[in-house]
Every structure is written in structure tokens, then in C-alpha cells.
């Protein structure tokens, strides 16, 4: 309690908004009951891992003044009927159960599996007070319960419709809104069948993940989607050569114009596959101007080739892997 106590009194001295409600509940709800690691980084204010994945994905718990944050700004009342997606192992959903009350219901919807089972078992051990249930996107998908509120714990190119259709009217989704490197903090109202955004600043989270798989490193739309956004940040803070511009933005129509049906890479891909997949020889065939502007225009992300020359030195070959594309 005093650790907890002391850690709110921290946050509302910087100027986080520590209400009544959120100590309360805070103050209740034991971290501990929710990860096995240990809490040093929860009382520094840092995120707090909590499960990682058969595939090595570590999936951390919110850190203190951002838990705070989404529930402040989530403007919760007793009684409503709220969505989670993304567990974030089921600490989050609990204190919002302990502010809307008995009559109150929580969902929390979490895509992945293994993540999904660990957040039962948690909640199974938290003294609930109004009802929490666990799904998958699949039960959201048939179910037609519409929602007061509806959290977004991961980071969405924007809100689908699918999501939109469980808004209750006056509702609102909470979600950070862009791509790794930018997003926004967006609160967007339902008013009849107008949606009002209202933006609440710059954030960082993770992605939410609602395909339960990966994302192809080689896919057009994401390349296209971080080509744009690094393009568009790099030229707030440097100027680039006209002529490079023009080839950049070529670069990028040309990936926009080739068919959806490209064949999917993986790190089991062989090295004849991915030098023959048809945005691997777009982008070597580029390669004499492109290389030098790569590390910029890539530097802000994670996705990309590191080294359009390591492709030809001798440490490529991965026996079929391969270590250059970043996931």
C-alpha cells in the first residue's frame, strides 16, 4: 500500500491525473497478483513485463502514469459496460472493474492465445467485483454487445469499423492512432452517426495485433505506410535533394501499383525466394541511389533491410533464414 501510495503521490506532483477513483483503486488492486516479475520497474514508473510468447514477444504491463492516463481520460462511470483490447495481463481491466462497480462489466479481448490463458488464470485470482469476461476477437466478431467505452492498449492505423460498430451512441474509443514511429492519443465520440476525435497528445505504445500473426516485413501497404511516415518526419528536421525526393516518391508508386496477390516472406524463407520476390528486385534495382538514403529513411523503424550491401557480403546466407529483415 505504501509503495503504492507514495508512487500516486509522485504522479500527481508531475502533473499526472491522479484522481480520487483511479487512487482508489489502485491502492486495491495489488500489482503483484498479475506478474511474477519483479516490480522495481512498476514503482520507477517503467513498463513491467509480464508473458513472453513461444516466438520471444515480451509483453509488459503499462507503466504507472500511462495506467493512469487511459483511465483518466477513459471518463468512467459506475455501471458501464467497458472493452478492453489488449490485456495487458489483466491488471488494467481490473481496476476498471473496481471503478464502475458491481453492476458494471468488463471485456477484455485479447488476440493472442497463450496471452488469453494467462489473463484468465490472473483474473481468476483478483476478488472481482462486477463481472470480467476474457475473449478472443472471434467472439467480439459475433457478438452484437455495444459498449460504453472501448480501450485500445496497442497502437491501430485506425479505428475499423468492426470496432466502431460496438460504440454505443455517446460512446467513445480510446486508441493510439498512427504507426510505430507516431501516434496520437485519440478519443473518438459517437454522436449519432457523426464521429468527433478529439486528440490527447503524442503516445508511444506498442501494436495492437488483432491477426494473432505477424505482419509480412515485405508486405506493400506496411512499406509504403513507413516509407511515408519516416519520408514525412525527415522533412520537418532535414531537406532533401529535389531529384531524390521525386525518386523516393516514385519508388513509392511504384510499390503502391504492384498486385495485392504478392507471395508472403518469413525468416523460413530461402534466399532464392526472397531475391526473387518482386519488392526485393524493385528495390535492388534502385539500389545505386537508394542505399546512401536507406539507413535515413529506415532509421526510425524496424522493419526494413538494414544494409542493401550486406545483401551481397559473405555473412548473408542464413541457411534459408534470413537476419536482415527486422521483425
Avoid at 156 to 167: A, G, K, P, W
Avoid at 239 to 266: A, G
Avoid at 269 to 279: G, L, Q, R
Wanted: aromatic letters at 6%; hydrophobic letters at 40%; a negative charge.
Amino acid at each position: 500500500m505504501s509503495s503504492m501510495t507514495d508512487l500516486l503521490t509522485r504522479l500527481k506532483k508531475s502533473g499526472v491525473p491522479v484522481t480520487n477513483k483511479i487512487k482508489i483503486a489502485m491502492e486495491f488492486i495489488k500489482p503483484d497478483i498479475f506478474t511474477d516479475h519483479d516490480l522495481e520497474l512498476f514503482w520507477n514508473d517503467m513498463p513491467t513485463p509480464f508473458f513472453m510468447t513461444e516466438n520471444g514477444s515480451v509483453k509488459s504491463i503499462s507503466a504507472p502514469h500511462m495506467i493512469v492516463t487511459l483511465l483518466y481520460h477513459l471518463e468512467i462511470l459506475e455501471n458501464q459496460n467497458i472493452l478492453i483490447m489488449g490485456s495487458k495481463s489483466g491488471y488494467l481491466g481490473a481496476l476498471v472493474d473496481r471503478i464502475i462497480g458491481k453492476d458494471g462489466n468488463v471485456m477484455i479481448l485479447e488476440p493472442h492465445n497463450q496471452v488469453r490463458d494467462y489473463t484468465s488464470k490472473r483474473i481468476s485470482k483478483h476478488n472481482t467485483i462486477g463481472t470480467i469476461e476474457i475473449c478472443s476477437q472471434k467472439d467480439l466478431l459475433e457478438s452484437e454487445k455495444k459498449f460504453d467505452r472501448i480501450l485500445i492498449t496497442g497502437y491501430l492505423r485506425n479505428v475499423s469499423e468492426d470496432i466502431q460498430f460496438h460504440v454505443k451512441d455517446g460512446g467513445f474509443v480510446l486508441a493510439p492512432i498512427g504507426s510505430s514511429i507516431h501516434q496520437r492519443l485519440l478519443k473518438k465520440e459517437k454522436q449519432g452517426n457523426v464521429w468527433m476525435d478529439t486528440d490527447l497528445g503524442g503516445v508511444i505504445f506498442g501494436p495492437m495485433d488483432l491477426t494473432e500473426i505477424n505482419n509480412n516485413p515485405l508486405d506493400s501497404k506496411n512499406i509504403i505506410e513507413h516509407m511515408e511516415v519516416a519520408l514525412e518526419l525527415i522533412l520537418e528536421v532535414i531537406e532533401i535533394e529535389e531529384e531524390s525526393l521525386v525518386r523516393i516518391r516514385d519508388l513509392i508508386s511504384s510499390i503502391r501499383e504492384l498486385p495485392d496477390d504478392i507471395p508472403p516472406l518469413d525468416q523460413y524463407s530461402s534466399d532464392d525466394e526472397i531475391f526473387e520476390h518482386p519488392i526485393m528486385e524493385l528495390l535492388l534495382s534502385e539500389q545505386e541511389w537508394l542505399g546512401p538514403l536507406w539507413p535515413i529513411l529506415t532509421g526510425l523503424d524496424n522493419i526494413f533491410i538494414s544494409d542493401f550491401n550486406e545483401m551481397h557480403g559473405d555473412e548473408y546466407s542464413n541457411n534459408g533464414g534470413h537476419s536482415d529483415l527486422v521483425p
